[in-house]
């Protein structure tokens, strides 16, 4: 839970403290992505439009849960989310063209 701080250097060494664990739990979560590219038959299965709306209506009723704002969730979930398709598509083609050699 988050603390009142008394200085702008106490708020930026919790936001930096923060950002570790954050790309710390980012790393974790594409590791997954790349694990879940081992399942998926084509691209289509990739984009999955309607999983990503579930993540979504999932994390912003979490983000409403914790006090966090709804709007600034979805946000970063879609920009994350897309930038994992990314990296999912990118897993996908070298696992097809592993399979073709």
Sequence with gaps: MAVTCATLE?????IDRLDQQIVTLLAERGHYVSQAAHFKKDTDSVKAPQRVEQVIAKVRELSRS????????????????????QQEFAEHAALEKS???
Excluded at 10 to 14: A, G, K, M, Q, T
Excluded at 66 to 85: D, H
């Design 10 to 14: 106490e708020v930026r060494s919790n």
């Design 66 to 85: 914790v006090g966090a704002n709804p709007e600034v969730t979805e946000q970063v979930y879609r920009t994350m989310i897309a930038a994992f398709i």
């Design 99 to 101: 399979a073709k050699n």
